[in-house]
């Protein structure tokens, strides 16, 4: 079997990844490993700049514009298009070591990246506006802004190397590894380990069953991909899931956009709907928490039903997103022991499954694992969430580059063509209505008052 990389021709393939065999040399110039390095690099000279002050590394962020602030307020603004010049450096400088590392052609890379980033500067400036801001995230308009110009003027062939979806979000997912925090465990105790990490797997394995077996979807890493992104934390959870099935491009593409899309219904209606019930900020805020995909989403629904609600929500989602690199890890294992198996494939040995392993959730979890146990408990609280506060910027820059990648690598009419028979959109729907219902039975049984006592968060 093989390691987990990308290349231009697994973008040609329309494949998410592709395989080589695994040698030592890989730590220095396997995509994979690479990413690892690329996120270790951006975490030690973010920690380092928080915890000295000696200089800012601060990534860019576009204010929200529009209702009122006026769009040249913060473009006006010198620290503004310092951090954007820093931004362009740091990731450039980064990704273009990285591609030199992978043997591809730096010459053609740097100007390719150049627009590119040019490209995401568009998307978050479009996303920033004050009601596209509040309803539909980055990643829905990276995409559009892709699809756009792949199906109308075309991608040019000297963009195409910067194109490189899966190098970037590798690095950004190891980036996030930093800010899952397994103290949020702690927070919420055994009851919000009841409600994320026992019903996402349960939806897991329901959506897998019910895309297989009842609607007969043939194509299996888009069902996966699919259901992780369901239940679990939509983007995060699909690019990690995808990686570990080998999923297309266009399946990525798919299950974000649907995820995306039923992300923003649930986000403005499930709060209008959990005070109809009267369910109450706790057991309201636990459910947003496990049940809509979006982290920022879960925070926005979470707000409009009170501080309580939010704090509950936000602490579920934490606690679920921690699992992103465990159902990675055990993607990886099924498809290749039972998947590969039933599609004619020979048995797999373990040192086979360990090439197929996507090892940037390696990565992923080393940071997680990091900021948990060693900089938590010495630098304190307050510091850790400074230094997420200037990589989760980075991870969004990584999020965005990639996002803009899918569009730009994806074509309409192969869209169209997974949407046929709309057996995906069921999938969805109804892994999705379970989803609710069961999370709402924990939710219930635990939070209630009825069986357990209610816990008091701070």
């Known amino acids: 079997m093989a390691d987990i990389t990308l290349g231009r021709n697994s973008i040609e393939k ?3 990844v592709t395989t ?4 030592i040399s890989d ?8 990413t690892i390095w690329i996120g270790a690099i951006l975490i030690a000279i973010a920690s380092i700049a928080v915890l000295t002050g000696a200089f800012d590394f601060s990534a860019a962020k576009f204010a929200t514009w529009g209702n009122g602030v006026s769009v040249f307020e913060q473009l006006s603004q010198g620290s503004f298009w310092l951090a954007l010049i820093r931004t362009f450096l740091v990731t450039g400088a980064l990704f273009t070591a990285g591609v030199k590392l992978k043997g591809e052609s730096v010459k053609d890379y740097i100007p390719a990246y150049s627009v590119l980033f040019l490209l995401a500067i568009l998307v978050r400036f479009i996303s920033a506006e004050y009601t596209l801001n509040r309803y539909l995230e980055w990643a829905f308009w990276a995409l559009i802004v892709g699809l756009v110009i792949s199906n109308t003027v075309g991608v040019p062939k000297w963009l195409k190397p910067a194109v490189q979806t899966e190098y970037y979000i590798k690095a950004g997912l190891v980036v996030m590894g930093f800010s899952v925090l397994f103290s949020n465990i702690i927070n919420f105790g055994l009851y919000g380990l009841g409600i994320a990490w026992i019903v996402t797997p349960v939806v897991i394995i329901f959506m897998w069953f019910f895309g297989t077996k009842v609607l007969k979807i043939d194509n299996k890493p888009l069902v996966i991909t699919l259901a992780t992104a369901t239940s679990v934390c939509g983007t995060s959870a699909a690019i990690a899931a995808g990686a570990s099935s080998k999923a297309k491009k266009t399946d990525l593409s798919l299950a974000v956009s649907i995820s995306i899309i039923f992300t923003v219904i649930m986000m403005v209606f499930e709060p209008v709907l959990i005070r ?8 309201g805020g636990a459910l947003i928490g496990g ?3 979006s982290t920022g989403a879960v925070t926005v629904a979470g707000t409009a039903l009170g ?10 989602k934490s606690i679920q997103n921690i699992l992103i690199g465990f159902i990675a890890f055990a993607v990886a294992i099924f498809f290749s022991t039972h998947v590969e198996k039933e599609n004619g494939k020979s048995n797999v040995t373990a040192a086979e499954i360990w090439y197929r ?24 609280k307050e510091s850790v969430s400074g230094i997420n506060g200037v990589l989760d910027q980075y991870k969004n820059w990584a999020f965005v580059l990639a996002f803009t990648s899918i569009g730009l690598d994806t074509n309409f009419k192969e869209i169209k063509e997974q949407f046929r028979g709309g057996k995906p959109l069921v999938l969805y729907i109804v892994g999705q209505l379970f989803n609710i219902v069961l999370t709402f039975l924990a939710v219930y049984l635990l939070l209630s008052g009825k069986f357990f006592p209610i816990p008091v968060l701070n």
């Open 27 to 34: 730590l220095w110039k396997k995509e994979d490993w690479l």
């Open 20 to 23: 080589s065999k695994s040698q």
């Open 357 to 380: 392993l996507p090892k940037f959730i390696i990565g992923f979890f080393v940071a997680s694992l990091i900021a948990s146990f060693i900089f938590l408990p010495t630098v304190g």
């Open 14 to 16: 329309d494949e998410l």
């Open 291 to 293: 049940t809509i995909d």
């Open 276 to 283: 109809v019930f009267g369910l109450g900020e706790l057991m």
């Open 307 to 316: 501080e309580t609600a939010q704090t509950a929500a936000v602490l579920v």
